[in-house]
C-alpha cells in the first residue's frame, strides 16, 4: 500500500468530518470521539446527501438530509433507519500516524472500482 | 571465565533484569552499571507518594549499596554515558571506559518539553525522578505558593494531587477536552475533574500553553486563550519520549525508540535494549507490566535460553489516594461493539463494559473499581461471557445466582429511611400517601413532595408505588427523548436547571445516561438546553448541530446551500441590493428567489464558497438572516404609518426593533414574528409565533400562531399601550419559551401543554418575574447575539469550509 499524506488530524474537528476530491467525487475523512479516522465516500446510499455534514455518533454517522445511518467502518447502512438489504458506501483505507492522517492512495485515485 | 555485562542505565527495567539474571547464574556475570542520576534503582512508580508526604525516598529504594556490594557489582553512578565503541565493545563515560562481552540499554525515557517561551525559566520542572520530586517539595515550603501543572494525564495528576497534599493551590492545564483522555471516556473524565475540584485542585481543559511568564524565576503561565494563572512552580508533565541519543549515535536501529526484536536484541546482537527506551513491533510502552515481561525476556537471551517478548493488554489504575478509577482494554465504540453502561449518580459511579463477538474487551470504571481485576482476567483471557451477560456489569459476586428482583432492595427499606432528600420524605410517608388513595407519581408529588423538586428519586419513588400497588401500578407511559435515556423532554429540562448540570458529560452522568456519548437525538437538544440555561457557563457544541446550524446555511437536496441576509423588517435599499446581485453573478448562485419572509434568498452556493459569499455581503452591511436556525428568523412588517393611509402606528419601526433586540437568539424551534399597522393586518400577524396588530389605542400582542404543518390562530397575551411595554412582553415571552418548550416544539405546542394562562401569568401579571426574564435573555443575548457570517470570514474559517485536500491532479496508477 502506498499511503497518502493528506493533513493533520487537527484539521478535522473531533466528531467531524472533512472532505478529499478525487475525479471520481468526494471522500469524506471522519475523525470520531475517539481520534479514529474513516473514509467513505461523500454520498449517502439512500438520496446520495453529502455523509460529511452529518452528526457523527460512536463509529456511525447519521446522514443529514434524510437521517439514514451509515456505520463508518464498513460503510453498511442501518436497515432500521430505511437501508436496503446490502445498501452500502464504498470504505477507503484510512490510519493516523504521528497525527497525519494517512490515506491509501492507489485505492483513493482508483476510486470505488477497485 | 566470567562474561562481562555493561548495563546503561539503572531503572525499573534494568534491574529486574540483574534479578533474573543473578538468581540464575550468581557467578557467572561481570557486570558494570552505569547510572546518570547519582544513585541506584528505586520504584518510580512510587514518587507520587513521596511527593504527597505519605513515602519517604527510604521506603521505596529496591536495591540499595548492600545489595549491589553483595552482588558485586561495578556502580559508576552519577556518570552518563557519552559513547558506545561497537567496535572494540568498550562503553565509555567522561571518567572512562568499560568493555563488555553483552550491553544492556535501559536508558528509559525523557520528559517532553513543550517548546515555548520560559520553559528553562527556575521554577519550571519536570515530573520523571527523584531530583524532580525533591524540586517540587522544596517548591512547595513556601506557604500559599501557587503550582501550575501542564499536562491532565496520569503523571499530571498525580504531581498535582501531590503538590495539593504539600498545601499548595494547584491549577491543572490540559490541552484535551476531558482528563486522561487516553484511558478515560467524557464521562469518566467528567467525574474524574469533578473529584479533582471537590479537592480544591482547579482543572482547565482546552487550555493550550502559549507563554511561561517571569523575569529571574517562573512567574504564571499564559494559555492561548488569554487565561492567566500565577505559578511560582510549573509542572511539565505532557508525555514522555524514549530516551535514544546513545543508541542514534552509535548506530542502532533506532525508530520511536530503540528497535528490539522479540528476544529484546537490538540491530547488534551483542547489545540488547530493554524498558521505556525501546520499540517493539511498532509499540512503545510506558507502564510498568510490559516492562518487567521485557526483563524476563532479555534475561533468559543473555542466558542463551528460548524465550520471546508478546506483549499483553495493561489495565491502568490512577495513584491519587481516595481517587478511584480504572480502565483496561479497548473501549473505542464500533460496529459489532456494544456497551453495557452503569451509572450511579448519587455515589458517582459509573461503569461501562465494551463487548464484541461475546467476549469482554474493555473496561473503564470511576468511583467503584473493586471488580476492574475481574473484569481485567476476562479481557486477557477472551472469556464467552453470553451466560452471564445480564449481570455482568454487577461483577464476580453476581455471577452463577439468580438474577436479583429489583424490587427487593426498596421493600427491604424500613419506613424511616429517607426516599426524597431535597423535600425530607421518608418511605413511610409515601407509603402512607398510598394507604390514603395515592395510586400515581402524580398524586405521590401532590401530597408528599417527594421527587417534585429534584427528581433525581423518581426511580425510586416509583419502585415504592410498584411494591405497594403491585400490579395496579403502572407506569405512566411517557416518551422519552431517545434510548439513550428513560427521561423526557421536561425531566431533562427540570434536573439541568435543579441540579446545575453545565455540561453535556454532567447531564449523562448525574441523569444516568444508558449511552456513554449520545446520539444525534439527544445531543442537539442538550446542546440547547444547556446553553439556553447556562449561557456564560456552557460552551456551544458544533459538531452536536444539525447541518444547517453547523454551516449557518440551508443544505439543498443536492448538498449546496441557501444563503439568506436579514433584511430588517423587510426593509432594503440600493446598496444591499448590488452587494446581493454582485455576489449571485460572482459567484454563479444559480437560482435567487423572494421568501415569504420578505428578504432574498441565494439558492444552490457550494459549500467551499459559503464564508466568501458571507465576506461579500457582510462588506455591503449585510449580517446573515438565520434562515436556517432554530432561533429568531424574520419579522414581517408592513409600511405602517411613514407611508399607508390607514397605518395607526409605526410598525415597521417597531418590527425593525424588535428583530434588533432578538436576532441571534437560539430557541427551541424556529420562531417568526409579524407586526401589522392596523387590524387590515397585511403583514398577516394572526398566523405568527408571535404576532403584533396595531390598532389607535395601542398594541395587541397575540403568541402561538402557526401556518405550516398546522395552522392556528395566535392566542391574546394582552394588548398594551405603548411600543415599550410590546417589547417587554414580546422578549420575556421568547424567554420563557426558550427556558421551557422541549427542543423542537414551536411556541403553539408548547402553549398547548402549559396554558395560555400560566404564560400570562409569568410574562404579563408578574411585573418582577417580567424583569427577570428579560434580564436573562440580554445576558445570553450578551454571549450569542454575534453575526456568525462575520466570525467565519477569516482565512481558517474559509480554510475550513474547503476541501481537506485535492486529488484531481493526481493520475491513477
Not at chain 1, 73 to 79: E, L, P, S, V
Not at chain 2, 178 to 198: I, P, V
Request: aromatic residues 6%.
Amino acid at each position: 500500500m502506498s499511503w497518502l499524506d493528506i493533513g493533520a488530524l487537527e484539521d478535522i474537528p473531533r466528531r467531524g468530518a472533512r472532505l478529499v476530491k478525487t475525479v471520481h467525487g468526494c471522500v469524506a475523512v471522519f475523525r470520531s470521539h475517539d481520534d479514529q479516522v474513516f473514509a467513505l465516500d461523500d454520498r449517502c446510499p439512500h438520496k446520495g446527501g453529502p455523509l460529511s455534514e452529518g452528526i457523527v455518533h460512536g463509529h456511525a454517522v447519521t446522514c443529514p438530509l434524510h437521517g439514514m445511518v451509515i456505520g463508518l467502518t464498513d460503510g453498511r447502512a442501518t436497515a432500521a433507519t430505511g437501508g436496503a438489504e446490502g445498501a452500502a458506501v464504498t470504505t477507503y483505507p484510512a490510519r493516523v500516524e504521528g497525527g497525519r492522517i494517512l490515506l491509501d492512495a492507489a485505492r483513493l485515485l482508483r476510486g470505488r472500482a477497485a | 571465565m566470567k562474561r562481562r555485562l555493561v548495563i546503561i542505565g539503572a531503572g525499573m527495567a534494568s534491574g529486574r533484569v540483574l534479578e533474573h539474571l543473578l538468581a540464575a547464574e550468581p557467578e557467572g556475570w561481570d557486570i558494570t552499571l552505569f547510572n546518570a542520576e547519582p544513585r541506584g534503582n528505586y520504584n518510580r512508580i512510587m514518587l507520587s507518594p513521596v511527593l504527597s508526604g505519605e513515602k519517604r525516598y527510604d521506603d521505596i529504594v529496591t536495591h540499595d549499596d548492600a545489595w549491589y556490594a553483595r552482588h558485586d557489582i561495578t556502580c559508576r553512578f552519577g556518570e552518563a554515558v557519552v559513547r558506545i565503541d561497537r567496535v572494540n565493545k568498550v562503553v565509555f563515560s567522561n571518567a572512562g571506559g568499560a568493555p563488555y562481552d553483552k550491553l544492556l540499554i535501559a536508558t528509559g525515557s525523557a520528559p517532553f518539553i513543550i517548546p515555548v517561551q520560559g520553559r528553562d525559566l527556575p521554577g519550571v520542572v519536570t515530573y520523571r525522578d527523584l531530583d524532580d520530586t525533591n524540586a517540587m517539595i522544596a517548591a512547595s515550603d513556601r506557604p500559599g505558593g501557587k503550582a501550575v501543572v501542564i499536562g491532565g494525564g496520569l503523571l499530571g495528576l498525580e504531581a498535582a494531587a501531590g503538590l495539593k497534599l504539600r498545601g499548595m493551590e494547584v491549577t491543572v492545564i490540559h490541552l484535551m477536552g476531558h482528563l486522561m483522555e487516553r484511558q478515560l471516556d467524557t464521562a469518566a473524565g467528567y467525574l474524574l475533574q469533578k473529584d479533582l475540584e471537590t479537592r480544591g485542585i482547579r482543572v482547565h481543559c482546552k487550555g493550550s500553553t502559549a507563554a511561561i511568564l517571569g523575569q529571574d524565576r517562573v512567574e504564571g503561565v499564559l494559555l492561548e486563550d488569554n487565561t492567566g494563572y500565577e505559578a511560582d512552580l510549573v509542572c511539565m508533565a505532557v508525555g514522555i519520549r524514549p530516551e535514544t541519543r546513545i543508541a542514534t549515535e552509535a548506530a542502532l536501529e533506532v525508530a520511536r525508540g530503540i528497535v528490539v526484536n522479540d528476544r529484546m536484541e537490538t540491530s547488534d546482537p551483542d547489545i540488547l535494549a530493554v524498558g521505556e527506551c525501546v520499540e517493539h513491533d511498532g509499540q512503545l510502552f510506558g507502564l510498568v507490566a510490559p516492562l518487567y515481561d521485557q526483563a524476563k525476556v532479555a534475561a533468559a537471551t543473555l542466558l542463551r535460553q528460548d524465550a520471546a517478548f508478546r506483549p499483553v493488554q495493561t489495565a491502568t489504575k490512577l495513584k491519587v489516594t481516595g481517587v478511584d478509577l480504572f480502565s483496561a482494554g479497548d473501549f473505542a465504540e464500533g460496529p459489532g461493539r456494544e456497551d453495557i453502561v452503569f451509572r450511579d449518580p448519587g455515589r458517582g459511579v459509573y461503569k461501562r463494559l465494551v463487548i464484541e463477538n461475546d467476549r469482554l474487551i474493555g473496561a473503564v470504571m470511576y468511583g467503584d473499581t473493586g471488580d476492574g481485576s475481574w473484569f481485567f482476567g476476562l479481557i486477557k483471557d477472551g472469556t464467552d461471557i453470553s451466560a452471564m451477560r445480564d449481570t455482568l456489569i454487577f461483577g464476580p459476586a453476581y455471577q452463577g445466582g439468580t438474577g436479583a428482583d429489583p424490587l427487593a432492595a426498596v421493600a427491604a427499606l424500613p419506613p424511616e429511611a429517607e426516599i426524597c432528600g431535597c423535600n425530607g420524605v421518608c418511605k413511610g410517608r409515601i407509603t402512607a400517601a398510598i394507604e390514603d388513595g395515592a395510586t400515581t407519581l402524580a398524586d405521590i408529588r401532590a401530597v408528599t413532595s417527594a421527587s417534585a423538586s429534584c427528581g433525581t428519586c423518581t426511580g425510586l419513588v416509583e419502585q415504592v408505588l410498584a411494591h405497594s400497588l403491585g400490579d395496579a401500578f403502572r407506569k405512566p407511559a411517557v416518551q422519552p427523548i431517545c434510548g439513550c435515556t428513560d427521561l423526557t423532554h421536561e425531566d431533562v429540562r427540570r434536573m439541568i436547571k435543579a441540579q446545575a448540570l453545565k455540561s453535556m458529560p454532567a447531564v449523562m452522568q448525574e441523569l444516568g445516561w444508558k449511552t456513554s456519548c449520545g446520539c444525534p437525538v439527544c445531543r442537539p437538544a442538550l446542546n440547547f438546553y444547556l446553553l439556553a440555561d447556562w449561557p456564560l457557563d456552557y460552551e456551544d457544541d458544533a459538531q452536536s448541530r444539525l447541518v444547517n446550524e453547523r454551516n449557518h446555511a440551508n443544505i439543498q437536496k443536492d448538498g449546496t446551500y441557501s444563503v439568506v441576509p436579514r433584511m430588517w423588517g423587510g426593509m432594503t435599499n440600493p446598496r444591499e441590493l448590488r452587494a446581493i446581485a454582485d455576489a449571485a453573478e460572482k459567484y454563479a448562485i444559480p437560482a435567487v428567489k423572494v421568501t415569504g419572509g420578505q428578504r432574498i434568498d441565494l439558492l444552490g452556493v457550494r459549500k467551499e464558497d459559503l464564508p466568501h459569499v458571507w465576506a461579500d455581503l457582510n462588506a455591503a452591511g449585510l449580517v446573515s438572516g438565520h434562515a436556517y436556525s432554530k432561533g429568531l428568523r424574520t419579522v414581517k412588517t408592513c409600511v405602517g404609518t411613514d407611508f399607508c393611509r390607514f397605518g395607526t402606528q409605526d410598525s415597521t419601526g417597531l418590527g425593525i426593533r424588535l428583530e434588533q433586540r432578538l436576532w441571534g437568539s437560539w430557541t427551541p424551534h424556529k420562531v417568526k414574528l409579524a407586526v401589522s399597522g392596523c387590524p387590515r393586518n397585511c403583514a398577516e400577524a394572526t398566523c405568527k409565533d408571535v404576532g403584533i396588530v396595531c390598532v389607535d389605542s395601542g398594541y395587541e400582542i397575540g403568541v402561538g400562531g402557526a401556518a405550516g404543518m398546522d395552522l392556528k390562530e395566535i392566542e391574546r397575551l394582552a394588548k398594551v399601550p405603548s411600543e415599550e411595554e410590546a417589547i417587554d412582553l414580546t422578549v420575556a415571552f421568547i424567554q420563557l419559551y426558550r427556558e421551557n418548550a422541549r427542543y423542537l416544539d414551536r411556541p403553539y405546542r408548547w402553549l398547548a401543554k402549559v396554558g395560555i394562562d400560566w404564560v400570562r401569568a409569568q410574562v404579563v401579571d408578574d411585573a418582577d418575574q417580567r424583569a427577570a426574564l428579560i434580564a436573562r435573555f440580554d445576558l445570553s443575548q450578551s454571549i450569542y447575539q454575534r453575526d456568525p457570517w462575520a466570525d467565519r470570514a477569516t482565512p481558517q474559517a474559509q480554510a475550513a469550509f474547503a476541501p481537506l485536500a485535492d486529488l484531481t491532479q493526481e493520475a491513477a496508477e
